[in-house]
């Protein structure tokens, strides 16, 4: 994408979680039309590279989700073989586009951090279809205390998440993906922090710092959606 690297920069500059979406093999070839899928065809050393290549793009990743794989990512060798190349501690959220992925296992296996896909939010590309999502999403992490929603940054996607968000002001809590991963990891900021690469505060710490309160601690109890 051309706008990747700016993008890429500007968020971790601001603290933000960001993780690679790596194009693997769908069901219809038809469906790889950009350059870079990872594919069962190739080699394994052929698979690194581009696995690798993908990793190194961008600045503080914090780990990788699979764009469409439908057919790569039910390979549990595949998987197994793609896991093996991240450093401890990165995170891998299986966006689960098959019935059954082996990624997620995989992951786990690798003792890695671990995310999946609760909902797709915006495959249907209009307003209305998108608050319907959220909602699903939101009775989700009602039940198990947490929930993970892909979309896309569509205006539709922007502006259906805004209304979702004022209608459930009390209800919601949108946090880094680390928080909602098994096991859970610390969240880049706090990473970068505790090695001295960031000096970027928090919203609330810097009021916290010169004696104007502290910041009021999230309800542990409340769900949270990604």
Known sequence: APHSQSYAGWLSNHGSSMIVHILMEPENADHMTLPGYITRAQSPQERAKIFDDALDALPDIVGFNNHMGSVLTADAGVMTELVARL????????????????????????????????????????????????EVAL??????????????????????????????????????IERVAKPATLPI??????????????????????????????????????
Not at 103 to 125: H, M, Q, Y
Not at 154 to 163: M, N, Q
Not at 195 to 212: A, I, K, L, M
Request: contains cysteine.
């Open 189 to 226: 900021w706090l990473r970068q922090c505790a090695d001295g690469r960031s000096t970027w505060t928090p919203p609330g710490e810097q009021e916290q710092d010169e004696g104007q309160g502290e910041e009021e601690e999230p309800d542990p109890a409340a769900p949270t959606v990604d």
């Open 139 to 176: 009775a989700i992490a009602k039940t198990k205390g947490s929930a993970v929603a892909i979309g896309h940054p569509y205006p539709e996607t922007a502006l259906a998440l805004a209304g979702f968000l004022t209608a459930h002001p009390e209800e919601v809590h949108l946090v880094p």
């Open 87 to 134: 450093e401890p501690g990165a995170l891998v959220l299986d966006s689960r586009t098959p019935t059954v992925s082996a990624l997620a296992p995989a992951a786990r296996k690798r003792g890695l951090p671990t995310a999946e896909r609760s909902v797709f939010i915006d495959n249907v590309r209009e307003h209305d279809a998108i608050r319907r999502q959220l």
